[in-house]
Nanobody, 127 residues
């Protein structure tokens, strides 16, 4: 099971980036996939998550209205479109996956609920 995140980079405040996370090996087509981030010196925090059918799609308050998560089940890939980026969005972004698909929203926000993690992609937002 592998998750490969990509799309990070350096962007000015107010700019946009789109992160991708491709899953290979075991499929997660019916599971929940999520994005988390970890800034230097801080704990990993929840960003967004999505069930396979989009019926549950929570976002962190700090990114709501600016970030949009989507997924292509046929490609086993999820995306995180990030608009209106701020310096405080600077972090390593990780994608994560689990296979049950039965997580409630509160559990979808917990890193411990996910079975597999990608290697992370660095997003740097300059002011």
């Amino acid at each position: 099971v592998q998750l490969q995140a990509s799309g990070g980079g350096l962007v000015q405040a107010g700019g946009s980036l789109r992160l991708s996370c491709a899953a290979s090996g075991r499929t997660f087509s019916r599971g929940v996939m999520g994005w988390f981030r970890q800034a230097p010196g801080k704990e990993r925090e929840f960003v967004a998550a999505r069930t396979w059918d989009g019926s549950r799609q929570p976002y962190a308050d700090s990114v709501k209205g600016r970030f949009t998560m989507s997924r292509d089940n046929a490609k086993n890939t999820v995306y995180l479109q990030m608009n209106g980026l701020k310096p405080e969005d600077t972090a390593v972004y990780y994608c994560a996956a689990e296979t049950t698909g039965r997580l409630i929203i509160s559990t979808m926000r917990r890193a411990s609920a996910y079975e597999s993690w990608g290697q992370g992609t660095l997003v740097t937002v300059s002011s």
